[in-house]
């Protein structure tokens, strides 16, 4: 079992930045695929960004260059950076956490899906 706790999140204009943070429990955290997806009101839960336990790491396009993953498996946590902020990129952020083989496909590495454990979210808002 993991159990995932964003924070983070806020209120900010566009142009600026936020680091969002995902602190996870259990003792193999860096086993586990990292991703953080986000949900906009009356949207479907979308891929951001996904990092893996050796490391690499994979954007969506409408992130890529603006947002960095990252991770500190000594203390169990993952990061968002996000950068150069849009006002579509308000959405509730969640991290998720889950076994993903390492010949699977990309397509299937960014499917909500394919994780097992989910944070509760946390509210990002840029305004214009």
């Known amino acids: 079992q993991v159990q995932l706790v964003e924070s983070g999140g806020g209120l900010v204009q566009a142009g600026g930045s936020l680091r969002l943070s995902c602190a996870a429990s259990?003792?193999?955290?860096?086993?586990?695929?990292m991703g953080w997806f986000r949900q906009a009101p009356g949207k479907e839960r979308e891929f951001v960004a996904i990092?893996?336990?050796?490391?690499?790491?994979y954007y969506a396009d409408s992130v890529k260059g603006r947002f960095t993953i990252s991770r500190d498996n000594a203390k169990n946590t993952g990061y968002l950076q996000m950068n150069s902020l849009k006002p579509e990129d308000t959405a509730v952020y969640y991290c998720?956490?889950?076994?993903?083989?390492?010949?699977?496909?990309?397509?299937?590495?960014?499917?909500?899906?394919?994780?097992?454990?989910w944070g509760q979210g946390t509210q990002v808002t840029v305004s214009s």
């Open positions: 998720a956490a889950g076994v993903i083989a390492a010949g699977s496909t990309m397509w299937y590495s960014t499917q909500p899906s394919s994780y097992d454990y």
């Open positions: 259990g003792r193999t955290f860096s086993s586990y695929t």
């Open positions: 990092i893996r336990g050796s490391g690499g790491t």
